[in-house]
Nanobody
Framework: QVQLVESGGGLVQPGGSLRLSCSAS????????MNWFRQAPGKQREWVAH???????NYADSVKGRFTISRDNAKNMVYLQMDSLKPEDTAVYYC??????????????WGQGTQVTVSS
């Protein structure tokens, strides 16, 4: 059974930091590109950050320079370090696993989300 479990969300003041974690099980993690998405109340889910199997990264313009995505293939973990947080970063953050080869299948997987609230 495939599971992606996010953790690390919470309430933080503007300018503060949080580190989100996503633990993956039931997949051959090293064959999956990993993404973080977020969804604010009343808005569509949006992509935040991406890391390839080779550790190349990309970020949405809204978080570039403030967020850092990383992965640990030995632990089947992906992280999102969020610094200089702004109220507009408030959202539910979701972990996503996307296969990079049909050898492991063609389906994306999603976690259940973790709430991040940036407020004074």
């Amino acid at each position: 059974q495939v599971q992606l479990v996010e953790s690390g969300g919470g309430l933080v003041q503007p300018g503060g930091s949080l580190r989100l974690s996503c633990s993956a099980s039931g997949i051959r993690f090293s064959f999956y590109a990993m993404n973080w998405f977020r969804q604010a109340p009343g808005k569509q889910r949006e992509w935040v950050a991406h890391i390839t199997t080779g550790n190349s990264t990309n970020y949405a313009d809204s978080v570039k320079g403030r967020f850092t995505i990383s992965r640990d293939n030995a632990k089947n973990m992906v992280y999102l370090q969020m610094d200089s947080l702004k109220p507009e970063d408030t959202a539910v953050y979701y972990c996503n696993a996307r296969p990079t080869t049909s050898f492991v299948g063609t389906r994306d997987y999603w976690g259940q989300g973790t709430q991040v609230t940036v407020s004074s």
